[in-house]
């Protein structure tokens, strides 16, 4: 951990441009969930999660008691969205759950999760990919009327992607008592605009009526 003050000077600096750098993607990704989010106005959002460790600890915590990694939720983040109206936390038979993930690096890997993570030990940044995916869950079979989509639902189900392979269109689908899901994916490098981000969400939006005949 012994720095002669030279390297660490020039660290620093590095350091200061990755700060705004990360300012810049997480400004980036905040109006990508905006744009994609206005393309399902019968959407309101529910939750948000980091889905790497656990989230961002309370102000009332020591920060020295956690990993690094807690303090970067954006490096891996759901947001969901359920319809509007009384219990919309909970599902029921036809209610289905928007969710849009950005993986900011699929270099992510755990070995122990008792012991933090360390980059330098993934797969090169060259190899590894951001995306963007949005997925729907529907519910089809009844759900305990106490159990929420997040605690409950959402929480113990799995990313279609870790289950099933994309088919040749690009998209996976998973039946997983009580769901049924979806889910397709675009390389971030792929949304320069917001015309690009739109063109995305009205994808999801087709394949989310073929596959599992949600009406928009």
Known sequence: MSLDERTLSASLVDVRHAYRLLWDFQRRCLDTLTCVSQQFPERQFYQWENNVVDAVP??????????????????DLSVLYTRSGDRRAHPQIGDWLL?????ADTGWDVVDERVEPDPSRFISVES??????????KCVSDVDPNNNWFHHVWRNASWPQDQVEPDDQGVTYLAEDPLIA???????????????????????????????????
């Open 58 to 75: 309370p102000a009332r915590s020591d920060p020295t008691n956690f990993f690094a990694w807690s303090f970067l939720p954006f490096y």
């Open 99 to 103: 969710e849009v993930r950005i993986v």
């Open 128 to 137: 590894a990919e951001s995306k963007l995916s949005i997925f729907a869950f």
């Open 182 to 216: 979806c889910q397709i994916d675009i390389p971030l490098s792929h949304l320069t605009t917001k015309d690009a981000v739109r063109a995305f969400g009205d994808r999801a939006k087709q394949v989310f009526s073929d596959k599992l005949s949600i009406q928009f």
